[in-house]
């Protein structure tokens, strides 16, 4: 059973650059299939989707986030990273790391893909305060 | 940019009850790519639905959806205690690629 653990400082000064490291145990970042994603949750508000690696390295983020962003694997460690930088207080909020993947299923002879998120880490909450 | 919005914000049912619990997105939505999940207070959202209306492994079948287009549904039938939380749906596939809708609360009456 895959499971994922954030880590990384709780409070991050504005300006500078936010980093969290997520461990994933049970199973392999190497492995084909799986989007290794960061995802967040502003206090009291829903969810925002940061952004993605493919095990091949390939990434993908949020528009919103892009100049900001970057994700990256180390295999030997099995561990997905995540680097934000020029922080203010709108980026404060729990982050959270998932496992993204490709559910293909059938309805008779109709075959279909969904794109969801499974398992997901408990979250690590990072404040951004000077 | 796709919004998903959800109705309503809170719900209050009774426990044996049934729930409805709605997501509306801002442009067509391939119902392949609409998935639901619950969030339980202090804990990460969990995979109840994907494709609108196909259960996650482990989800008891109390849980169901339909819709299609821009208009789903999530449906809880004979609320159980534990079913009280956070639900969201997201959608995969419009900028940004991956999104949620801002969550409904199911709270005990």
């Known amino acids: 059973q895959v499971q994922l653990q954030e880590s990384g400082p709780g409070l991050v000064k504005p300006s500078q650059t936010l980093s969290l490291t997520c461990t994933v145990s049970g199973g392999s970042v190497n492995s084909d299939g799986y989007y290794w994603s960061w995802i967040r949750q502003h206090p009291e508000k829903g969810l925002e989707w940061i952004g993605y690696?493919?095990?091949?390295?390939?990434?993908f983020s949020n528009p919103s986030l892009n100049s900001r962003l970057t994700i990256s694997l180390d295999t030997s460690k099995n561990q997905v990273s995540l680097k934000l930088s020029s922080v203010t207080a709108a980026d404060t909020g729990v982050y959270y790391c998932a496992r993204g993947l490709d559910v293909r299923y059938c309805s008779g002879d109709t075959c279909s893909h969904s794109w969801v998120f499974d398992p997901w880490g408990q979250g690590t909450l990072v404040t951004v305060s000077s | 940019d796709i919004v998903l919005t959800q109705s309503p914000g809170t719900l209050s049912v009774s426990p044996g009850e049934s729930a409805t619990l709605s997501c509306r997105a801002s442009q067509t939505v391939s119902s392949s790519y609409l998935a639901w999940y619950q969030q339980k207070l202090g804990q990460p959202p969990r995979l109840l639905l994907y494709g609108a209306s196909n259960r996650a492994t482990g989800i008891p079948d109390r849980f169901s959806g339909s819709g299609s287009g821009t208009d789903f549904t999530l449906t809880i039938s004979r609320l159980e205690p534990e079913d009280f939380a956070v639900y969201y749906c997201q959608q995969y596939g419009s900028s940004p690629l991956y999104s949620f809708g801002q969550g409904t609360k199911l709270e005990i009456k």
């Open positions: 690696i493919y095990h091949s390295g390939t990434t």
